[in-house]
Each structure stands twice: as C-alpha cells, then as structure tokens.
T-cell receptor, first 115, second 116 residues
C-alpha cells in the first residue's frame, strides 16, 4: 500500500524559531509533492509545491526534497503564532504523474508556535 | 473568484436518511475529488472523477455514490446514512490532461456532517 507518513506531533516551537516538519513516502516513482496548511475548522490551503531534488524557498517557507531517500520536509523560519496549524504532506504517487492528479496525504503534523 | 464551492456547510441527519453533497468548481479543471477527514486519520479519498463522464473509487468508497454532472459539478450521495459517516467532507479539483497531472489540488470549504 502506498503511504505517506508524518510525525503527528504536536510540535511546539517558540516564536521566532525554525519549525521543521518531515514527511516520508513509500512510492519511489512519485513526482510531485505538496505542503498544505490547515487551520482548525478550515480547509487545506496550499503553501508549497516541489518537484525536483533540492530546496525551494518562498518567503519564510522552504521545502526540501530528497527523492533518493524518499523524504520531503518543510522549514518555517521566524515562526509566528499565526503559523500554528496542522501541516499536511501530500504526494502524487503516479509514475510519471499518470495518476489523474490523485494525492496521498499524510496524517498531518500539528504545529504550535508559542509567544 | 469562487474556486471550489461546497453546499451545504453543515448538516445533521438521522441514521438511514439520504442526502447529496454538492460541489462545483469554476477553474475549468478536469479532475475532481471527494475526501473525508476524521480526527487522526488525515484526508481519505472516497471517489474521484478524472474527467467529465468518468468516476472511480478511492480508498473508502463503501456507503457512497457519486455523479459527475458536467465539467463543473461533482456530487456525493449518501443513500442510507450511518453514524460511521459522521465526518468533514471536502471536495477538491485540479487540472489534468491525459491522466497526467503535477498540479496541486484546490479545496472547497468543506461540509460538516453529523449522523445521529
């Protein structure tokens, strides 16, 4: 069974620190990787997409992908209380992307940023 | 700028009742999806529609049916609701071509469904 695994947390960091969220996936042929943020009672909101090995930066967010290790991570620099949410890792596991856009989601990591 | 619209936002049903959850997207996406989200379980795919006129089962299809009414609309039906179907239901869509997609999914606001 194809899986995506995350540490469910909760992960607690002080304001201004770096939060590091990790995700592993089982299908070596996976091509596309996404991080979603979900506030309590709200719908998932896309914050990062990554497709190639290495780092991708967008503001305070950096996504890191290592396909050889089947590992994707999200770093949040200068964490703010408003970053407190559940972060969902999602992977398109179709070989070559031929999965009709289906995503497999991890269980999510709860992040709490305390002042 | 609606994106993905779901109705209703909240619903309470009695065991055995039926209902249809509606979803519409205005982004001209080919593919649409229905998920349920339960505490500690993440998002689980119920059904999806790769393109207009096609539907297929996801991870947890039992107890549900779907209809892809046209390119914009994808509905989810509970024929005989059970307490185990109490959950938050999300509809999502993405652009695909020939089965291929590397695009993210865009989500609606969800329907919170309670079955007594």
């Amino acid at each position: 069974q194809k899986e995506v695994e995350q540490n469910s947390g909760p992960l607690s960091v002080p304001e201004g620190a770096i939060a590091s969220l990790n995700c592993t996936y089982s299908d070596r042929g996976s091509q596309s990787f996404f991080w979603y943020r979900q506030y309590s009672g709200k719908s998932p909101e896309l914050i990062m997409s990554i497709y190639s090995n290495g780092d991708k930066e967008d503001g305070r967010f950096t996504a890191q992908l290592n396909k050889a290790s089947q590992y994707v991570s999200l770093l949040i620099r200068d964490s703010q209380p408003s970053d407190s949410a559940t972060y969902l890792c999602a992977v398109n596991m179709g070989a070559g992307g031929t999965s009709y856009g289906k995503l497999t989601f991890g269980q999510g990591t709860i992040l709490t940023v305390h002042p | 700028n609606a994106g993905v619209t779901q109705t209703p936002k909240f619903q309470v049903l009695k065991t055995g009742q039926s209902m249809t959850l509606q979803c519409a997207q205005d982004m001209n996406h080919n593919s649409m999806y229905w998920y349920r989200q339960d505490p500690g379980m993440g998002l689980r795919l119920i059904y999806y529609s790769a393109s207009e006129g096609t539907t297929d089962k996801g991870e947890v299809p039992n107890g549900y049916n779907v209809s892809r009414l046209n390119k914009r609309e994808f509905s989810l039906r509970l024929e005989s609701a059970a307490p185990s179907q109490t959950s938050v239901y999300f509809c999502a869509s993405t652009g695909t071509g020939g089965g291929f997609s590397n695009q993210p999914q865009h989500f609606g606001d969800g329907t919170r469904l309670s079955i007594l």
